[in-house]
């Protein structure tokens, strides 16, 4: 499975945008890139996912670069709510299993 | 909510002893993973089922089995346990096989001490 690396935490201010970086320079060209979060005491939450185009959904934005080495999960405007841990994993084409790294951990400060 | 439920929420034994954790995933979806997370350890997959069928497996223990049945439901056995398997234990669905095209729907775990 292609490898993604995260910084281990980020903090921000509220309402203010958030932009949560993922290298993955392994990755093959059917990889899709998926976001998921964890707040505290909770199941692993889905974010958002994308191939190649960035993508849009209500709760974030996903930039992927150009040649698909990195991507960046991007918050608008970051609540006290949004404080969790933040995994970008690769899963695998067979869709077979998901390996989770460590994520990069958010703080909001009010 | 995600439509995936787990029971029992908190489970608290000896060791040495055996658990069934289980899992319900969301309508219409055909796939199971189950994944284990300690203090230390992070998000571990542990097997994946698919209509059935195991399809994957990862950092799962021998004394460790699953297995999911007709009507989709899936179950996860833990034997012979020790303190170390003390942990959260998640299950996930998905509509089935399609890569990464879809999303995991994630349980709300089941919290497994052993004392």
């Known amino acids: 499975d292609a490898k993604t690396t995260q910084p281990n935490s980020m903090e921000s201010n509220e309402e203010e945008p958030v932009h949560l970086p993922c290298n993955h320079s392994?990755?093959?060209?059917?990889?899709?890139i998926h976001w998921y979060r964890q707040l505290p005491s909770q199941g692993p939450e889905y974010v958002i996912h994308?191939?190649?185009s960035n993508v849009n959904n209500r709760m974030a934005s996903l930039a992927i670069a150009e040649d698909r080495k990195s991507s960046t999960l991007i918050l608008h405007r970051a609540t006290l709510r949004d404080a969790a841990v933040y995994y970008c994993?690769?899963?695998?084409?067979?869709?077979?299993?998901?390996?989770f790294g460590a994520g990069t951990r958010l703080f909001v400060k009010a | 909510d995600s439509g995936v439920t787990q029971t029992p929420k908190h489970l608290i034994t000896a060791t040495g002893q055996r658990v069934t954790l289980r899992c319900s995933p969301r309508?219409?979806?055909?796939?199971v993973y189950w994944y284990q997370q300690s203090l230390d350890q992070g998000l571990q997959f542990l097997i994946h089922y698919y209509n059935g069928e195991e399809r994957a497996k990862g950092n799962i223990l021998e004394r460790f089995s699953a297995q999911q049945f007709p009507d989709l439901h899936s179950e996860l056995n833990l034997s012979s346990l020790e303190l170390g398997d003390s942990a959260l234990y998640f299950c996930?669905?998905?509509?089935?096989?399609?890569?990464?095209?879809?999303?995991?729907?994630f349980g709300p775990g089941t919290r497994l001490t052993v004392l």
């Open positions: 392994t990755i093959s060209g059917t990889d899709y």
């Open positions: 994993i690769l899963p695998d084409t067979g869709g077979f299993k998901t390996i």
């Open positions: 994308g191939l190649t």
């Open positions: 309508s219409g979806d055909l796939s």
């Open positions: 996930a669905s998905s509509p089935g096989l399609a890569g990464g095209r879809v999303e995991q729907f």
